[in-house]
């Protein structure tokens, strides 16, 4: 299979695709860089539709992420690429464990972020969840993560509000 060709083939990048593509990936290290290779390109639609893939490879074998997580955290400042590449990033961010020299830029990341009325709800919701596992290794967050969650309570959606709402109550048990 040539990863790149298949991402880009169709003119819409069905479900099926993506975790035909992940599966494929997930087989061997060489695949998985190739797939790296495409998320982290800079081109705008090849990048976009990798994203669905590189997340569901991580998902199905962590370990296969872990040369690349330096890549995820610089993916996060980036300004010029589609909504999904961000959201995978962050998506995948929760569900690891994050090296140590990386938390201090995910937690900026993360909670500029949440605070952005303009970032899609997903990228906050997986912000949410990112920060509060971090709140575990740094307790001094909790406070500002609360305020952010507390302020924003009223003009935030639904996914916003079921993530705030179990972040808070686990906040008020310990």
């Not at 074998?61 to 872990?66: C, G, H, L, S």
């Not at 998506?91 to 009325?117: D, Q, T």
């Not at 920060?131 to 916003?160: G, M």
């Amino acid at each position: 299979m040539n990863i790149r060709e298949e991402l880009l083939k169709e003119k819409i990048h069905l479900k099926t695709s993506a975790l035909k593509i992940s599966e494929y990936a997930c087989s061997s290290p060489a695949r998985f860089k190739t797939l790296m290779k495409c998320f982290l390109a800079n081109e705008y639609r090849l990048a976009q539709r990798a994203a669905w893939s590189v997340s569901g490879a991580a998902k199905k074998n962590p370990a296969m992420i872990r040369p690349y997580i330096k890549d995820l955290v610089a993916q996060l400042k980036r300004n010029n690429v589609h909504n999904a590449v961000i959201r995978n990033s962050v998506r995948i961010l929760e569900a690891i464990e994050i090296p140590e020299k990386f938390h201090g830029e995910v937690m900026n990341a993360c909670f500029e972020f949440i605070s952005k009325p303009a970032v899609p709800i997903a990228v906050k919701a997986f912000s949410l969840t990112t920060l509060f596992n971090l709140s575990k290794i740094y307790p001094e967050i909790k406070p500002e993560l609360k305020v952010i969650i507390e302020t924003n309570w009223d003009n935030e959606t639904a996914a916003f509000k079921s993530r705030g709402k179990k972040i808070l109550q686990a906040f008020s048990k310990k």
